[in-house]
């Protein structure tokens, strides 16, 4: 995608599948669990390359890997939790938000 090997957008792959699997380690089978990673991994190159075409300041990746991510992460719950449900998945996100935002 940018014509060399990236260092940075690999490292922030990697903890950006850690941090959307971590919603919930419990449930998933082993490739669930891979899947999902995967997809956090891909999803954290999208939302740095956005928020840098937004000129949203964020030189760490921080708000992509742990925010964007962790949005994602909470709702791949769904996947594999017949218990959880998009309502209070909703609910727990807004009360997150409210937490890290309201301090």
Same mark, same amino acid.
């Given at each position: 995608?940018?014509?060399k090997?990236d260092?940075?957008m690999?490292?922030?792959?990697?903890?950006a599948?850690? +941090?959307?699997i971590?919603a919930?380690?419990?449930?998933? *089978?082993?490739?669930?669990? *891979?899947?999902?990673?995967?997809?956090?991994?891909?999803?954290?190159?999208?939302?740095?390359? *956005?928020l840098?075409?937004?000129?949203?300041?964020?030189? #760490?990746?921080?708000?992509? +890997?742990h925010? *964007?991510?962790?949005?994602?992460?909470?709702f791949?719950?769904l996947?594999?939790?017949p218990?959880?449900?998009? #309502?209070?998945?909703?609910?727990?996100?807004? #009360?997150?938000?409210?937490?890290?935002?309201?301090?």
């Amino acid at each position: 995608m940018f014509g060399k090997a990236d260092l940075t957008m690999a490292l922030n792959g990697a903890l950006a599948g850690l +941090v959307a699997i971590t919603a919930e380690p419990a449930d998933p *089978t082993p490739l669930l669990a *891979t899947l999902i990673g995967a997809a956090g991994g891909t999803i954290v190159v999208v939302s740095i390359i *956005t928020l840098d075409k937004l000129k949203i300041d964020d030189p #760490v990746g921080a708000i992509s +890997v742990h925010g *964007t991510v962790g949005i994602f992460g909470i709702f791949a719950v769904l996947l594999s939790d017949p218990d959880a449900t998009f #309502v209070g998945q909703l609910v727990g996100m807004l #009360v997150i938000f409210g937490w890290v935002f309201g301090r």
